[in-house]
């Protein structure tokens, strides 16, 4: 027993002198490995702060412009660059673009007046996207980046070609600006008290005698960079193919907390009630789509919507041609976002549903799409609504504010009855943006 423990120690003994020899021979591979997996983890690290940092810079700035303009407000902002974006390209055609010098800097107008052409028109933007928004304090200005993607047609008669276009546009404004306000957000006129800009003498305003060649009174044009542009016009005989649709919803990191606020503000407010309207703007907009008639949805969308949805409708009509969807299902809704600001309350909501998706021309025969299958896919729904509204969501048609047939309410969106306009959210959740999954932003 004596002998075989002492042989036991001598073989332990061996191992690890073994052991230690590996170690010290295989230690410097050991160091490279770990500082290796270091490194990447490191790097990992790095990415995720560096993402966390850009999504916080755009809260941030918004944050700032939000304590330094009461009026500040995402919908407004967007009808207002809508408006812009329009009205450059148009004033482009026309060669008119001096006019718009307020908004856009000398370099910008270079630019463009070198892009000669005898006419733009039927201007419509498919998306916009906030690529940025920096808030520097110490340098008093605001800068913003905003990725448009549009469509439009150059040239007359014959010689008239529809274009796809990309355009990133950088703009700046200055820290103590105000914003304005929803009635005259699409109104390009001085950028300091709204005045026609023929009223503009040597970089004057004759109504309020400010100058108005700076970026202290509204946002002004830094850049424009054209990313994309194909001579190609609208696509109404295809079916595009759904991207996204598997995709996890994009959820705001605050919605459900915002939504209880909204629903301690307003006791009324309620979700069955709220996806019962969704339901009444989702059947009435395939309806009147489908049969090339906006009117019936005039008092469900936004003017900036519907002026995009009147474009549709029309290059279909000009086409001879009718997109149709039948079999139309609401499958399930989603919540995305809710944010308050100046003037609305804004819900964000995802749609998945489902339809028979097809295109047919004046005889009646299919020219796109297929009439035997079910198209499923999923959008992405904003809704905005006047922050001094209350009440439980109508889902009856009809005038929001005084239950006229929807019939009195004109392309405006003014109702006969109560001759009031219906279609800014002051009395009931209108429908003010569609995306599709692939475009869709939380960016604040």
């Known amino acids: 027993m004596t002998e075989f423990f002492f042989f036991f120690i001598i073989a332990a003994a061996i191992i690890v002198i073994a052991v230690w020899a590996w170690v010290r021979v295989n230690?410097?591979?050991?160091?490279?490995?770990?500082?290796?997996?270091?490194?990447?983890?490191?790097?990992?690290?790095?990415?995720?702060?560096?993402?966390?940092?850009?999504?916080?810079?755009v809260a941030e700035a918004l944050a700032f412009l939000r304590s330094k303009d009461e009026r500040f407000s995402r919908a407004v902002l967007e009808?207002?660059?809508?408006?812009?974006?329009?009205?450059?390209?148009?004033?482009?055609?026309?060669?008119?673009?001096?006019?718009?010098?307020?908004?856009?800097?000398?370099?910008?107008l270079s630019v463009l007046k070198g892009r000669r052409v005898s006419g733009v028109r039927d201007i419509i933007v498919g998306g916009m996207r906030t690529e940025s928004v920096l808030a520097n304090p110490s340098a008093r200005r605001v800068l913003m980046t905003i990725v448009f993607t549009a469509n439009y047609t150059e040239?007359?008669?014959?010689?008239?070609?529809?274009?796809?276009?990309?355009?990133?546009?950088?703009?700046s404004r200055g820290a103590d600006a105000q914003s304005r306000k929803p009635d005259v957000a699409a109104v390009i006129g001085c950028p300091n008290c709204g005045a026609p800009l023929e009223k503009l003498v040597d970089e004057k305003c004759r109504y309020c005698n400010q100058v108005t060649r700076s970026a202290d009174f509204d946002w002004r044009v830094e850049a424009i960079e054209e990313t994309g542009r194909e001579a190609?016009?609208?696509?109404?005989?295809?079916?595009?193919?759904?991207?996204?649709?598997?995709?996890?919803?994009?959820?705001?990191?605050?919605?459900?907390?915002?939504?209880?606020e909204l629903s301690q503000r307003d006791p009324a407010f309620d979700w069955q009630l709220f996806l019962a309207r969704v339901e009444l703007?989702?059947?009435?907009?395939?309806?009147?789509?489908?049969?090339?008639?906006?009117?019936?949805?005039?008092?469900?969308?936004s003017d900036a919507?519907?002026?995009?949805?009147?474009?549709?409708?029309?290059?279909?009509?000009?086409?001879?041609l009718r997109n149709v969807t039948e079999r139309r299902h609401l499958v399930s809704v989603e919540l995305v976002r809710v944010v308050r600001d100046a003037f609305y309350d804004s819900l964000t909501v995802r749609l998945f549903a489902e339809c028979v998706d097809?295109?047919?021309?004046?005889?009646?025969?299919?020219?796109?799409?297929?009439?035997?299958?079910?198209?499923?896919?999923?959008?992405?729904?904003?809704?905005?609504?006047?922050?001094?509204?209350?009440?439980?969501?109508?889902?009856?048609?009809?005038?929001?504010?005084?239950?006229?047939?929807?019939?009195?309410?004109?392309?405006?969106?003014?109702?006969?009855?109560?001759?009031?306009?219906?279609?800014?959210?002051?009395?009931?959740?209108?429908?003010?943006?569609?995306e599709q999954d692939e475009t869709f932003q939380l960016d604040g």
């Open 79 to 108: 009808d207002f660059l809508y408006a812009l974006f329009a009205a450059v390209h148009k004033a482009r055609g026309e060669k008119r673009l001096d006019v718009l010098a307020p908004y856009l800097d000398e370099n910008v």
């Open 281 to 301: 703007v989702f059947r009435t907009f395939h309806e009147a789509w489908s049969n090339r008639d906006l009117k019936p949805m005039r008092p469900y969308l």
């Open 358 to 434: 097809y295109t047919i021309d004046e005889a009646g025969v299919t020219v796109g799409g297929r009439r035997d299958q079910l198209r499923q896919y999923s959008e992405y729904w904003t809704f905005l609504r006047s922050k001094n509204a209350s009440g439980a969501p109508k889902s009856e048609p009809g005038c929001p504010n005084c239950g006229a047939p929807t019939e009195q309410i004109n392309m405006a969106g003014e109702c006969a009855s109560c001759e009031k306009k219906v279609t800014m959210g002051e009395f009931d959740w209108v429908l003010s943006r569609i």
């Open 155 to 171: 040239g007359e008669g014959n010689g008239a070609t529809s274009y796809y276009v990309e355009e990133r546009w950088k703009l």
């Open 232 to 260: 190609r016009g609208p696509i109404l005989t295809g079916l595009v193919e759904e991207v996204g649709t598997d995709e996890p919803t994009k959820v705001a990191f605050d919605a459900r907390k915002l939504y209880a």
């Open 27 to 57: 230690r410097s591979k050991m160091a490279d490995w770990s500082s290796q997996l270091d490194e990447e983890a490191a790097m990992m690290v790095a990415i995720e702060r560096e993402m966390a940092r850009r999504q916080a810079n």
């Open 305 to 320: 919507l519907f002026e995009t949805e009147r474009y549709w409708v029309t290059t279909y009509l000009e086409q001879k």
